[in-house]
C-alpha cells in the first residue's frame, strides 16, 4: 500500500516521538571559574577570512559550494600564530578563548575523520585547533571552543523534509565532529553552540508571494529542533568525555550559561551569561572596519559585569591568520586600564546594587565596587547593601572623593576634576559580609530555547 503525503513528513513523525535524555547542569564549582572570569576572546576565522566580506558570505551572496570550497587550496594561513593569539588575549586581561572550530559553511580548523574539508586537508595542511588549544594553556587562559551544528553545504539544512538523507548526514555528521573535539585535543573548559536550528528557523511556500519565512518562526518545528539533533543525548556525550565542561544554551536546551548576542539587558544573578560582540563591528573579517574606543570598551565590560555576566569581545582575523594592529592596540590598552582596576572586575559578583543610568556595583566579601560611568547628576544615591554599615571607602580612579551615609542610602561625590578618564570606581568596606539574594529572571530569547523549551 502507498504511503499518504502525511506518512512522507519524517521530520513530523521524529518531533512526535522523540523522548529526551535528562541532562544534569553543573554544580556552583564547576562554572566558578566562568563567573570568576568576567572577559574572554572570540575568534571568528576560517576560509571566509579570505573574502573579506564577513562570515556569512558564503550563505548571503549565495556562491557556488564547490567554487567556495576551492578557497582551501589556496588557505595558507601563513601569518597564522596561536602563541600571538594568546599572548593578545593575556595582554587585554582576558581569562578564556574562544575560536570557532567550525562555523556554518562546514570548513573545520581540526583535523576531522567526518568531514575531508577541514584545514589539514587544506594548503595550511595544519591542524589549527590542536595549534590554538596548546597556546591558551600556554598563557593560563581556559579553552573554548565555538561549534555550529548546521552546515549550508547540505541541502537537507535548507529542505530537510524534501532532502532527508541529507538532512541526517548533516546530523551524523556534526555528532561525529563533537567527539573528535572532546577526544582529541585535551581538556575543553566551555563549549559555544550557534545555529541549532534547520532551514533558518523555517521557510513556506505561497504561491503569491514565493518562499518567505513563516510568521511563527520562532516557534517552528524548524526552530525548536532538540528532537531532531538529540541534543539532550550528546550534551550527555560530551559531559563524559569532558566532566565540568561549560555549554551554553544554542544547542536545543537551556545550558550552563545564556548567551546574550550583541545586547546586554538587566541585571541577572541566578544563571551565568555572557554579552558577546565585537571590537570592529564584524564577526569574521573585513578590512578597516572601525575599531571601538577603549572608553566605550571600558564601559561595555563595566556595565555587563555589574549586571552580573561575562563580556566575550570578537576578533576576526585575517585570511593570512594576522590580527590588525589596530584592534591589537586596543586589546592592550584596555589591558592597562584592567592591570590597574581589576581587583573590582575579576572574582566578583553583580550587585548588590540595582544597576542604573550612572553605572553599576560589583562586590566581593566585605567590598562593594561602585562604577560611576555616566554622572546623571553630581551626586550617586543607592540604599545601603544588606542593612550593613560602611567601615570606609576609598577610590581606585580619583584621588578625592566624598562618602556619606543618609537616611540609609550611601552617597557619593566626586569632583569633575577628579573623575576617572573611562570610569569612576569607588570602593566601599562595610563591616559585614555583603549577603544578597540576587536577581532570578527568564531572558525573553527565543534563540537557543531561552531558560528551556518554550
Not at 521530520?11 to 547542569?25: G, S
Request: charged fraction near 25%; include cysteine.
Amino acid at each position: 500500500m502507498n504511503k499518504t503525503p502525511e506518512e512522507m513528513k519524517t521530520l513530523d513523525r521524529m518531533r512526535e516521538n522523540y523522548v529526551p535524555d535528562k541532562v544534569k547542569k553543573l554544580n556552583d564549582k564547576d562554572i566558578q571559574w566562568f563567573r570568576d572570569a568576567k572577559f574572554g576572546m572570540f575568534i571568528h576565522w576560517g576560509l571566509y577570512a579570505m573574502l573579506e566580506r564577513g562570515e556569512w558570505i558564503l550563505f548571503s551572496e549565495k556562491l557556488n559550494v564547490s567554487e567556495y570550497s576551492k578557497l582551501s587550496e589556496d588557505f595558507s594561513a601563513q601569518s597564522f600564530d596561536a602563541a600571538a593569539w594568546a599572548k593578545a588575549a593575556k595582554n587585554a586581561g582576558m581569562k578564556y578563548m574562544v575560536l570557532t572550530a567550525r562555523h556554518h559553511d562546514g570548513f573545520c580548523l581540526f583535523n576531522s575523520k567526518a568531514s575531508s574539508f577541514n584545514s589539514v586537508n587544506s594548503a595550511a595542511k595544519k591542524d589549527f585547533v590542536r595549534e590554538y588549544a596548546d597556546a591558551c594553556r600556554a598563557e593560563g587562559l581556559k579553552v573554548g571552543l565555538y561549534y555550529s551544528p548546521l552546515d549550508w553545504r547540505f541541502p537537507g539544512y535548507f529542505l530537510p523534509e524534501m532532502y532527508w538523507d541529507s538532512a541526517l548526514e548533516m546530523k551524523k555528521q556534526c555528532h561525529e565532529q563533537l567527539r573528535e573535539l572532546m577526544t582529541n585535543y585535551g581538556k575543553i573548559d566551555l563549549l559555544w553552540f550557534d545555529g541549532e536550528w534547520l532551514a533558518l528557523g523555517g521557510m513556506d511556500w505561497n504561491p503569491q508571494i514565493g518562499w518567505n519565512r513563516n510568521e511563527d518562526w520562532m516557534h517552528s518545528k524548524f526552530f525548536q529542533v532538540n528532537y531532531f539533533w538529540e541534543s539532550e543525548k550528546v550534551i550527555n556525550m560530551i559531559r563524559e568525555l569532558q566532566p565540568g565542561i561549560m555549554i551554553n544554551n544554542r544547542f536545543g536546551w537551556e545550558g550552563d550559561f545564556h548567551v546574550r548576542e550583541r545586547r546586554i539587558d538587566g541585571i541577572r544573578t541566578d544563571k551565568p551569561w555572557d554579552s558577546n560582540d565585537c571590537i570592529a563591528d564584524s564577526w569574521g573579517y573585513i578590512p578597516e572596519r572601525p575599531v571601538l574606543s577603549t572608553a566605550q570598551l571600558v564601559k561595555n565590560l563595566v556595565s555587563i559585569v555589574v549586571r552580573d555576566g561575562n563580556y566575550l569581545l570578537n576578533i576576526g582575523p585575517t585570511g593570512n591568520g594576522d590580527m590588525e594592529q589596530s584592534q591589537v592596540k586596543r586589546l592592550e590598552e584596555l589591558g592597562k586600564w584592567l592591570e590597574k582596576h581589576g581587583e573590582s572586575i575579576y572574582d566578583t559578583r553583580g550587585g548588590p546594587v540595582i544597576p542604573g543610568n550612572w553605572g553599576g556595583c560589583t562586590y566581593r566579601g566585605h567590598t562593594v565596587y561602585v562604577h560611576i560611568t555616566d554622572w546623571c547628576d553630581d551626586k550617586i544615591v543607592f540604599p545601603i547593601p544588606s542593612e550593613n554599615k560602611l567601615r570606609s571607602f576609598s577610590s581606585l580612579t580619583s584621588e578625592q572623593v566624598d562618602v556619606k551615609e543618609s537616611e540609609g542610602n550611601i552617597e557619593i561625590k566626586v569632583a569633575i576634576e577628579f573623575r576617572g578618564q573611562y570610569v569612576t570606581i569607588v570602593r566601599l568596606q562595610f563591616e559585614s559580609e555583603i549577603v544578597w539574594e540576587g536577581i532570578t529572571t527568564r531572558e525573553n530569547d527565543a534563540y537557543g530555547l531561552a531558560d528551556g523549551l518554550q
